[in-house]
């Protein structure tokens, strides 16, 4: 399988002209997203330290019996948060036999049962369900501080997510603050989802995937890999490359919405993948997703804007559910 060259993108910011700096990195981001649709990022403010507690706390939590893992299984949630395990989910529901090869936890924003939007049954917003963890097997780790490594990082994430997307509204020639009203309070409660997911090593003989192909549903997804190979991204000639992971680095890629956004300017590329490790490999995706209402509409063509009404307009909550419901079994039994 050969590497990919994706390149690496740098938002840390250096002394001197920051205007120069910063449309730099959006025309570079905007290079990627319209040749890959993939990139690898360095020089945001999550600690990498927070970051490796978070796969120490991912790893804690799946290490669990299965029946405590159950007891915050996804089917439990009105909102799609939890636990699901191995074969819960169907990334390429058209070609795959059987479930992704991989089990993962969603947790997303943390809304109480007395919020508005829950109170008024929009699906996909509500509470998470957080596993009991005993501190004996690793006394440095009780719910407690799992749940505040999991918040944090979600937090920290979503901050990283907000200042990508300003790159990208700066590379479409909208107001560089454009997507922030979709994806931050008190506008909005952004859809994003933080996922844990570990995958089994695949054996040679076995036909299954670890994750099927798919394109990621949202606005963008961030990407923590830990130092196993197993993603893969198809380019525009079908040729199937390998992204390894490289130290200190987020894999960035482009999720349906803002494909739509753009005006299929930017690719939103199937990617999947398939853990020939030998090894058992995790993962953090954090899947940053915009408010509930926002709307799927080509921004970079104005008539097309103004000839939709808002009736016919898809919007991110029916896009999510759609695409929801076609790769979860549980949600076909509801
Ligand atoms: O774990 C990975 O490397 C990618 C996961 C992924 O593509 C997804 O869950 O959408
Ligand atoms: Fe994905």
Redesign the pocket.
């Known amino acids: 399988m050969p590497n990919s060259s994706l390149p690496i993108i740098d938002i840390s910011l250096s002394e001197g002209s920051q205007d120069a700096q910063k449309k730099k990195i959006a025309a570079d981001i905007d290079n990627a997203a319209r040749q890959y649709g993939f990139f690898y990022l360095t020089g945001y403010q999550i600690p990498e330290h927070l970051i490796a507690e978070c796969f120490q706390a991912a790893t804690k939590f799946f290490d669990l019996p299965t029946d405590e893992k159950n007891k915050i299984a996804i089917e439990n949630s009105q909102c799609h948060r939890g636990w699901y395990a191995i074969g819960g989910?169907v990334?390429d529901p058209v070609h795959q036999q059987e479930g992704d090869i991989?089990e993962?936890l969603k947790i997303g924003n943390d809304l109480p049962l007395t919020h508005p939007l829950v109170t008024n049954g929009t699906p996909l917003h509500g509470p998470n369900q957080w596993p009991e963890i005993s501190s004996e097997t690793m006394p440095a780790m009780d719910s407690t501080l799992w749940k505040k490594t999991m918040l944090t990082t979600y937090d920290y994430f979503c901050e990283t997510g907000l200042e990508v997307m300003r790159y990208f509204a700066m590379a479409l020639n909208l107001e560089t603050d454009y997507f922030d009203h979709w994806l931050t309070r008190p506008d909005s409660e952004p859809m994003a989802t933080l996922?844990p997911?570990r995958?089994p090593a695949l054996n040679q003989a076995e036909t299954a995937l670890?994750?099927g192909a798919?394109t990621?549903f949202g606005c963008l997804?961030l990407?923590a890999?830990d130092n196993n190979e197993?993603?893969e991204i198809a380019i525009p000639d079908g040729t199937w490359l390998s992204?390894p992971p490289i130290e200190n680095t987020l894999?960035v890629?482009i999720g349906d919405m803002l494909a739509f956004w753009s005006g299929g300017k930017y690719r939103s590329t199937l990617?999947?993948?398939n853990n020939r490790s030998g090894r058992t490999?995790q993962?953090l995706?954090f899947?940053y997703d915009p408010a509930y209402n926002t709307p799927l509409i080509n921004l970079t063509d104005g008539l097309s804007n103004s000839s939709e009404t808002a009736n016919e307009t898809k919007t991110a909550l029916d896009h999510l559910l759609q695409k929801i419901g076609d790769s979860f079994s549980y949600q076909k039994n509801r």
């Open positions: 989910e990334l991989k993962g996922s997911i995958y670890s994750a798919h990621d997804t990407l890999q197993g993603l992204v894999i890629n990617h999947k993948v490999r993962s995706a899947f």
